[in-house]
């Protein structure tokens, strides 16, 4: 008998790069204006823990952290079919890099208590840094496996193909585990007409989304504020350059090294002054 698991996914708003609002004249993002996305990498995340439900039994939750609105994103996955979404909000969250946004998601994970497999994105398409996910795992001191693309559950124990450089790994993993889904695991199915209904319902019945959506702050989840926001994120963007428009283009540079790729790069983009990390 397939064991009853405890599915966590971590889903993030961005903002939609398609669209033009809220796109300033120097190419930075003005969040308020801009419209608002499910980060696209996180739809296999949701595919991931809606399937994992699906084969061996258990109940998924969504977690996001965000502003306020961030809660469309957890009504897109109830819609989807997750059991229950969680959402941390608070005003001393702003700026958060990775290193708070990791800290503060992990303090929700415990806040949450019991869970068998937390999915994440790869990475998402604003801060695209793809650290989120390990360093949740880290904090958590749990396996993970990255850049996933196979998924499955035997005798109480993860298999899952794992992309690498020139190649895929196959792996193994005790649960509980931390999975970070690849572009190249299966589609986000459509959503299912209850969950569709439901959502709709829920909106007109506050008290009754309450039951599926919970929003938390800081101080319910236990998250020390000096170690969120702009006072716990040691990241300082020096500067930042508009590298000209995204377009249907790509040219590919082949290098001798890493640096000589860079320095292509750099190059190719006109870019005479940077700052080392
Ligand atoms: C140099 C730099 C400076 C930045 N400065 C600022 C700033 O000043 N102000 C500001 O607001 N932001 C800032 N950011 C963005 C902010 O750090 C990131 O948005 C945030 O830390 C999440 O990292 P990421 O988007 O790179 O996530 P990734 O690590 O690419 O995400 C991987 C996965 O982790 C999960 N995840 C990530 N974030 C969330 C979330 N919020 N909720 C739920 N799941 C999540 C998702 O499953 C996602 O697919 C900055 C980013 C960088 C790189």
Not at 29 to 56: C, E, G, H, S, W
Not at 133 to 141: K, V, Y
Not at 228 to 237: N, Q
Request: glycine share 8%.
């Amino acid at each position: 008998m397939p064991a009853p698991y405890e599915i966590l996914v971590l889903v993030k708003q961005v903002p939609d790069q398609s669209s033009k609002a809220g796109i300033n004249a120097d190419g930075t993002i003005d969040r308020a204006k801009a419209k608002r996305m499910l980060n696209p990498f996180d739809r296999y995340a949701l595919q991931a823990a809606l399937f994992t439900k699906k084969q061996y039994g258990g109940n998924v939750t969504a977690v996001s952290m965000g502003p306020p609105a961030a809660l469309e994103v957890l009504l897109e996955a109830l819609e989807h079919g997750v059991d229950k979404g969680v959402l941390l909000s608070d005003r001393r969250l702003a700026a958060s890099d990775t290193l708070a946004t990791a800290y503060a998601l992990h303090k929700v994970i415990l806040w949450l208590g019991k869970f068998d497999l937390i999915f994440c994105g790869l990475q998402t398409t604003d801060g695209d840094t793809a650290q989120v996910g390990p360093q949740i795992a880290e904090r958590l001191n749990l396996p993970q496996v990255t850049y996933c693309e196979d998924f499955a559950i035997e005798n109480d124990k993860a298999k899952a193909r794992r992309i690498i450089e020139g190649g895929l790994q196959y792996v193994k993993s005790e649960l509980p585990l931390l999975v970070t889904v690849a572009n190249s695991y299966h589609q986000l199915e459509y959503k299912s007409f209850r969950g569709a209904w439901k959502v709709q319902w829920l909106q007109r019945k506050p008290d009754e989304l309450k039951k599926y959506i919970t929003t938390v702050d800081l101080d319910v989840v236990g998250a020390l504020p000096d170690r969120c926001g702009l006072k716990g994120s040691p990241t300082i963007v020096a500067h930042t350059d508009k590298v000209g428009e995204i377009g249907g283009n790509c040219k590919m540079y082949e290098g001798a090294s890493p640096k000589d790729l860079v320095d292509e790069l750099l190059k190719a983009a006109n870019v005479k002054e940077y700052v080392k990390a």
